[in-house]
């Protein structure tokens, strides 16, 4: 996860002979700068888990950890996560881990994949964001806590 911070420069650019800032005037001003999660909470013991819950038509809710290994969605047998609904893709969807985030990402399903409504075609998941994929509701849960 990164975090944007805005970093002013404390120098003002020289003034120019006519009274209005050129573009260049003003992207001497401010600056935008990824900062790493750790840079910010450096000392701070965090760990978080991450799980996705799913709600299937006439099946009780299942709970599937999220670990680094990628998670595909499917109507085929060979998926991580089978749903085996005409609605759904043979491949559906895949999750998986890069860095400190999960990420969702349509593999071209016929239907799409939708996060809090939207269609997608890959996208950051944040904790609470539902997913749907055909008629199944998949919610993706993150906590995170001190040590």
């Known amino acids: 996860m990164n975090i944007s911070k805005t970093v002013r420069n404390k120098r003002r650019p020289a003034a120019s002979k006519s009274s209005q800032a050129t573009p260049e005037d003003i992207s001497k001003l401010s600056s935008t700068m990824q900062i790493p999660i ?36 499917g109507r085929i047998g060979e998926c991580s996560i089978y749903l085996p609904f005409s609605n759904v893709s043979r491949e559906h ?33 944040r904790s609470n964001d539902q997913i749907r994929i055909g008629d199944t509701r998949i919610q993706f849960v993150q906590q995170k806590f001190r040590v």
């Open 93 to 125: 969807a895949r999750i998986f881990g890069k860095g400190e985030e999960f990420l969702i990402e349509d593999l071209n399903s016929t239907n799409g994949t939708f996060v809090n409504g939207v269609k997608i075609s890959r996208c950051i998941l």
């Open 38 to 73: 750790v840079a910010v909470a450096e000392g701070i013991d965090v760990k978080s888990t991450s799980h996705l819950e799913i709600l299937q038509p006439n099946q009780p809710p299942l709970k599937i950890e999220l670990g680094r290994d990628e998670i595909i969605i």
